[in-house]
């Protein structure tokens, strides 16, 4: 059982400043996120598009704005007073007698919080799947919707589907491996047009030209298995894939050799459990008190584009400034009956010992 004060639930950049603002306060806390990395649909739907609304920003990315976040929270992270969980979701919530909540995941971690703050954006982002039958029994195994560990490729026939800058940069990525290269890469997409910026589309036809790397236009219908090995017919002991099918656009056929598998084919927005809360909601978001930002259930707070209130706007910037009142008001449940000044970090001595900064 882990204890904090508090636990953020998404790791966007409204959870990111949330953690921020509860450092300040000297909050501890958690943050767990159902994406194997920080940033959420920031970082995954638009990392490199410009973003030109961010104040003291005149142009930034999706990509760029989640690291500077990340850096800026590190000194909580470096003290251990923020630890962050990567492909977590939440299972369950629930009130214990003492007035903190219980929160477990799927993956077996369970806390214990004074305050909960959903900063989960339009719910969590999971990877959609292939809907091809057979896959799923390969699943981070062989099979992969979330960034992997590219040094296991080395030496092995790697197949990328999807069109969009992820895609591309796992196939480009996989060419340069630079110690023991895939011994071939594919990139499969249903046609020759990409959502991908020009850059790596570029960078991926001169590869191809070169003999690097290769694209073909297709679909998977269905995995070629091994069953040499084969145990029993459980579909956790079905054997190795080695190949696909495809389904080309003149009709014909392929079977292409795979020993692994990457699909980026972007994200779904997904409530999940939190619809299972309990908690009040209005058109799957959370009705707040714009004063602390608290749902109807006295504890839990939400940020960012899971709240909704009148004159609601769903930008970055709007989120900004919740994470700061609901901070202050966590604070009023974790330290009972502490007066919380409002102070600044440009004279603050405390606040610049809790940021590494104190002198300056």
């Keep these: 059982m882990i204890e904090t004060d508090a636990l953020i639930v998404g790791a966007g950049p409204i959870g990111l400043f949330q953690v921020f603002q509860l450092g300040l306060l000297e909050i501890n806390c958690h943050v767990i996120d159902a994406l194997p990395h920080p940033g959420g649909q920031c970082a995954q ?44 979701l939440v299972s369950s919530v629930r009130k214990l007698s003492d007035g903190r909540f219980a929160v477990t995941t799927p993956a077996g971690l369970n806390f214990t919080t004074k ?48 069109d969009d800058d ?11 491996l630079t110690a023991t290269p895939p011994q ?30 290769r694209f073909v236009a297709g679909q998977i219908t269905a995995p070629v298995i091994s069953t040499t090995n084969r145990i029993t017919d459980s579909p956790a002991t079905l054997g190795t894939l080695t190949a696909l099918q495809l389904a080309l656009p003149d009709g014909s056929g392929e079977t292409l050799l795979a020993d692994v598998l990457m699909a980026s084919l972007g994200l779904s927005p997904k409530l999940g459990p939190l619809a299972e809360w309990g908690l009040k909601m209005q058109r799957k978001q959370l009705p707040v008190d714009t004063e602390t930002f608290q749902t109807a259930q006295p504890g839990i707070f939400a940020v960012g584009d899971i709240n909704t ?15 700061v009142l609901a901070a202050f008001a966590a604070a009023d449940i974790v ?11 440009t004279t603050s001595t405390r606040l610049h010992g809790l940021l590494g900064v104190a002198g300056v």
């Excluded at 209130?309 to 900004?320: D, S």
Aim: with cysteine; hydrophobic share 45%; glycine share 10%.
């Design 45 to 88: 739907l638009y990392p490199d598009k410009p973003i030109y609304d961010i104040p003291g920003l005149p142009a930034t990315t999706g990509r760029a704005l989640v690291a500077a976040l990340r850096q800026q929270i590190e000194p909580f992270v470096a003290s251990g007073s923020a630890q962050l969980h990567w492909g977590q």
């Design 115 to 162: 305050v909960l703050i959903i900063a989960a954006g339009a719910g969590a982002f999971v990877p959609r799947k292939l809907m091809v039958p057979g896959l799923e029994a390969f699943e981070g195994s062989q099979v992969f919707y979330a960034q992997p560990e590219f040094d296991a490729f080395a030496g092995k026939h790697v197949v990328v589907q999807g």
């Design 166 to 176: 992820t895609a591309l940069g796992w196939a480009l990525r996989c060419v340069n």
């Design 184 to 213: 071939s890469v594919t990139l499969i997409h249903r046609r020759e047009v990409f959502t991908a910026s020009a850059e790596l589309v570029n960078a991926m036809r001169a590869l191809c030209a070169a003999g690097k790397m």
């Design 309 to 323: 209130y009148p004159g609601k706007k769903k930008l970055i910037v709007c989120g900004f400034h919740e994470c």
């Design 335 to 345: 330290f009972p009956g502490k007066q919380q000044p409002l102070q600044y970090t």
